[in-house]
């Protein structure tokens, strides 16, 4: 069970592994200006695969759960499936329901963990296989790797390179449930940290916080749901930044000094690298410098953090 591109890689390895009897995936949707109904990336990959593909716009729907029976799977994989999964078909399989979760848990449960682990200023992330239970996240851990989190670390980086992890400790967890040698391990309730939804009103970067804090938002929101400021009743994107701790001041505005642009933030600076103004063509700090400049604006720049 599982729905978007974080999945496919799962759902490869299980099956060249074990015999398949179902993929289940979220419904196909409208994408477009035509409102084409578009495949999830599990769905092309189970088509590819040929394997049969079930679609229920929810588990709980009359027939669905008696259908899933009849497959009479041993074992049910989770990956991003994006539905909630009640105690009849968590009981179901007689190894239980294994899901692949992207953190090292108990840190960041929910629903956005790869994206936390950066905004919390974590040093590693990992992949964690265990057991689902009723409440969010909180079965017995099974296996984890872990991975460390790299200085310029986006979310779509770590989300590739979980998938992979993910991907490649699926086989051995459960080889090791079904010999019986692979007991799991309960959370230190003590250690949990809960990783929420992201939402498209985290995009606007507040000057008033610090520069290191926003330059880890930079990478964790980048590709969705980005970072931006508001200049002008403009929204300029924020592509990549880097932090100059060396520079202060300037609380607010976009300025230029010895060739950088650079948000000045309540401590330190923000280095915007690359950036765009919505509607218009991604570009590098000169180029914005020099646009802004041939259309005779000058610099600092205000920002409006008030506005979302």
Not at 83 to 92: E, Y
Not at 163 to 187: C, W
Not at 228 to 239: D, E, P
Request: aromatic fraction near 4%; glycine fraction near 10%.
């Amino acid at each position: 069970m599982g729905t978007p591109e974080f999945a496919v890689q799962a759902l490869e390895s299980v099956n060249a592994a074990f015999k398949v009897v179902g993929v289940y995936t979220q419904p196909d949707k409208p994408v477009g200006r035509g409102l084409d109904f578009r495949h999830t990336p599990v769905k092309v990959k189970a088509l590819q695969l040929g394997l049969p593909v079930f679609q229920p716009e929810k588990l709980s729907m009359p027939g669905v759960f008696e259908e899933l029976q009849a497959l009479q799977p041993d074992v049910i994989v989770i990956v991003a499936y994006g539905q909630i999964l009640r105690k009849n078909v968590l009981t179901l399989p007689r190894l239980g329901c294994i899901n692949i979760h992207s953190s090292l848990l108990p840190r960041w449960r929910g629903a956005a963990p790869i994206q936390w682990a950066i905004l919390g200023g974590d040093k590693e992330s990992g992949i964690s296989t265990m057991h689902l239970v009723e409440k969010l996240d909180a079965g017995d851990v099974l296996l984890q790797a872990r991975t460390p989190l790299a200085a310029d670390e986006t979310a779509g980086s770590l989300h590739d390179r979980l998938a992979k992890m993910g991907a490649d400790l699926i086989v051995p967890t459960l080889n090791g449930l079904e010999s019986g040698e692979l007991k799991g391990q309960v959370q230190d309730e003590s250690l949990i940290t809960y990783a929420s939804k992201l939402t498209k009103e985290m995009e606007v970067l507040d000057p008033k916080e610090p520069a290191e804090v926003l330059e880890r938002r930079v990478r964790a929101l980048n590709p969705w749901p980005g970072t931006s400021v508001v200049v002008g009743g403009q929204r300029l994107k924020i592509k990549k930044a880097r932090l100059r701790s060396d520079l202060q001041g300037n609380e607010g505005k976009i300025y230029e000094r010895a060739g950088m642009l650079l948000l000045g933030t309540s401590k330190a600076a923000l280095e915007l690298v690359t950036l765009q103004w919505e509607g218009k063509k991604e570009g590098d700090a000169a180029g914005f410098i020099n646009g802004l400049r041939g259309r005779g604006q000058s610099f600092p720049l205000v920002v409006d953090s008030s506005l979302k």
